[in-house]
Structure formats: C-alpha cells, structure tokens
C-alpha cells in the first residue's frame, strides 16, 4: 500500500468517524458520499438486508447523478432472490471486482444498462460481527480502477460497518430514553386522573344513594336497580382508582405497612363476606387454631385477600366453593430472602385461596404477578395480583400460585408471625 494511499485511507476513517450518529439511513447516506468522493467513483451505495422483505436495501446511496437514477429506477431495491453480483457478495461474504460489467452475465441487466455501470466492486459489511449488507462502488467508467482497489474496498467497508453499529446502539439508547420518558409522564397522568377521579365520584355515588332511598320509598324498584347497578359501577371505578393510586406508591415508596397484632383466621372471615349466594367463600383452619396471630397491616393484607378471593368468585362457576385455609407452619422455605431480616422465619402463617376455575396455563403463570400481568378471564388492569406481591414482599413474606389448567387454582399468600428487622 503506498503513502498516497495510506493518506487516504486514514483520511476516509477520520471523515467516517466524525459522522453524527443520530439515525441509520443518515449516517449511511454521509458515509456513502464520503467514499464516493474518496475514490471519485459515480455512485456509492451502502446496502443493508431487510429481513422482512428479504431485500437488499440502499439505506445509503451517494448524491450523483447515477445514485438519483437508482433511486428513480427502483434499483435501490434488489430482492435477495433475484440474485445479482451485489446479492452474491453478500450471501458469501465475499468481495467482488469488475472492470467490464457489461461483459459480466452476472451483473444484473438493470445495472448495466439502464445506470451504464462498467467498473464495480463490492465488499460485505459487517456489523457487531455479523454480516449486515454490502458495500458498492461504481463507475460508468471501463477499468476506472483495477483489482488492487478491493482490499481498500473491504476495509472501508468494515469502517462503514462501525459507523452503522455506533449509530444502531445511540439509537437504542435514545428509543430507551425516549420510552422511559413517556411512560414516566403516562404514569404520572395516570396517577393524577386516578386521584381527581376518586374525588369525583365521592359526591357522584352521594347523589345515587339518594336517588336510591327516594327510588325505595316511592316504591319504583326499576330506579331501585338501575340505582344499584349505578352504585356497583361507581365502586368498580373507585376500586380501579385506588388500585393505581396504590402502585403509584409503590413505586415512590411512600407506601406505607402499619404493623400491628392481628388475627389471619379473623380477617379470612371478614373476607368471606364476599362470597354469593352461587358461590361461598369457607374458612378452614388445619391446625385446629382458633387464632393465627401475626405482626402486619390488617388494611393491606386484607387488601391482598380481597384481591385474591374476589379474583377467585370471577373465575369460579356457580356452585363451587372458594376456599380459604389459614393455617400455621414451620418452614423456613416458606419465606424467600427478602430486603429486610425475619426473625423467626421458620414460624410463618400461610392463606391459600383455592378455586375451582378453568386454572391458569404454564405461559401465564411467570408474568402472573408482574404489573399489568393479567390473569385468565381478567376484565381489570392486571394490577391487583401486582399489587398482592408488593404487600406480602413489604411484609417479608411472598405469594405464590399453581395451577392445573382445568382443575382450577390455589394462591398461597404468606406471611411470617414476626416482623421484619429492617
């Protein structure tokens, strides 16, 4: 390689490296015109496979009169499956080299005669290590440079291949920032249209009361149970409402764990209150024990079971009981390591929650307690088993569920009898 050429090589690199990386087909058209102008050539383009279409794309084509002809012909496009010099280099990672291309059968028709392209090389472009497209250089010219240009070729070729990966990776980086942006701002109006919502349908439900007292001493019951309905409706909103306003502060950590003495066996049975005329909710104790006492919020852990049960009743068919089974045990397993240290961690209380519902298939089951990880049959958000998580982790406990689809499910919430030591 001479001086000369060395020059320009490293001439060529520093351009290329200078190119600002804000999106591909840019940064490809810069690096495109930069080559072209380097080896003086008609056209440059920089091709990149679309997997989609399997198609050879000109993501970069130097600005030229032979490179706007492309363009205007279509031939910016060449379909893998037509084949073609250019589709060749790729396919074998090889470089190609003519100085007559229109004595080449291999050349494709359009190219040689409708751009008048008579010398051609190609290089492949490999991007993070795999190959990605290709480079061209093309001239109108016979024999406008001879096969020595193809190393110079390849290696430029690897440098446009680093600009492409440099600009693909700040692309990422500004999509991702771009996304935790949105949904930042998505959460935050969330947040606020949940609390302004809640605050309205306060005086909203206060009305329907009344119209439902005077609906019943008038004796109308159609406005009794349209009244009803409305009520029923109105406290599913409220619900939802404060279900965001919980993950909210989870988020933020500002959600807070009242600890105190509470009995599970006592708030499994507030909880049953829930149950239907079609379908009970039964309390089972297999130890025996009238009280299973334990240090936790009764607010939020009776959250987390209404969330389960209530889950439980939607999923169930009429007839078929849902099971609460309270119960202590001695196993250490029972409580996953958690940010804070349990003291007497082989002393947990368990509520399983158990339904004879269609059960949930394998696929769901991983994602069951994410956010937004609905469940079968779900009508909500998927926040509520989310938001069972959050509140049994706050209490250095967990929650766990299995499932035979068909044979319905059992959740096991736990929590340990001792509180935590933060």
């Not at 009776?302 to 939607?314: D, F, I, K, P, T």
């Amino acid at each position: 390689m001479t001086e000369g050429t060395q020059d320009r090589l490293l001439d060529v690199l520093q351009r290329l490296m200078a190119i600002e990386a804000l999106e591909l087909s840019g940064a490809l058209t810069a690096a495109s015109d930069m080559v072209n102008a380097a080896f003086s050539a008609d056209k440059t383009d920089a091709f990149f496979l679309d997997p989609k279409t399997q198609t050879l794309v000109a993501l970069g084509t130097s600005e030229t009169p032979m490179g706007n002809l492309q363009r205007s012909l279509g031939l910016h496009v060449l379909p893998v499956a037509n084949g073609g010099r250019t589709v060749e280099c790729f396919l074998t990672g090889e470089p190609y080299f003519t100085a007559h291309a229109d004595q080449d059968p291999g050349v494709l028709k359009g190219i040689k005669e409708a751009l008048g392209v008579r010398t051609m090389v190609a290089a492949p472009i490999e991007v993070a290590g795999e190959r990605r497209g290709v480079l061209v250089l093309c001239s109108a010219t016979p024999a406008f440079w001879d096969e020595g240009v193809v190393d110079f070729v390849r290696t430029v070729a690897g440098w446009v291949g680093m600009v492409a990966h440099r600009t693909e990776l700040v692309e990422r980086v500004t999509a991702g920032a771009a996304e935790q942006a949105r949904q930042v701002a998505a959460e935050e109006l969330v947040t606020v249209l949940a609390h302004d919502v809640r605050n309205l349908l306060t005086p909203v439900r206060g009305r329907v009361q009344m119209l439902l007292r005077t609906a019943r001493r008038d004796g109308r019951e159609a406005d009794v149970a349209n009244a009803l309905a409305a009520i029923e409706h109105a406290d599913r909103v409220q619900h939802l409402a404060s279900e965001l306003l919980d993950v909210a502060r989870l988020d933020e950590g500002t959600f807070a764990i009242a600890r105190q003495d509470v009995d599970l066996v006592a708030l499994a049975r507030q909880v049953a209150a829930l149950g239907t005329e079609e379908n009970e909710v039964r309390i089972e104790t297999p130890g025996g024990e009238p009280e299973v006492r334990v240090r936790a919020d009764p607010d939020r852990v009776r959250q987390a079971l209404e969330n389960l049960v209530g889950n439980a009743l939607r999923v169930s068919p009429p007839g078929s009981p849902i099971i609460v089974r309270v119960e202590r045990k001695s196993a250490a397993t029972q409580v996953p390591p958690t940010a804070g240290r349990v003291t007497g961690a082989n002393q947990v209380a368990t509520v399983s929650v158990i339904d004879a519902g269609p059960g949930i298939s394998p696929e769901v089951l991983p994602r069951l307690f994410r956010r937004f990880g609905r469940g079968p049959g779900s009508s909500g958000l998927g926040l509520g088993l989310y938001i069972v998580r959050r509140v049994a982790e706050a209490h250095g406990g967990s929650v766990t569920a299995d499932s035979t689809p068909g044979l319905g499910a059992r959740f096991v919430l736990t929590v340990p009898l001792t509180a935590p030591v933060e």
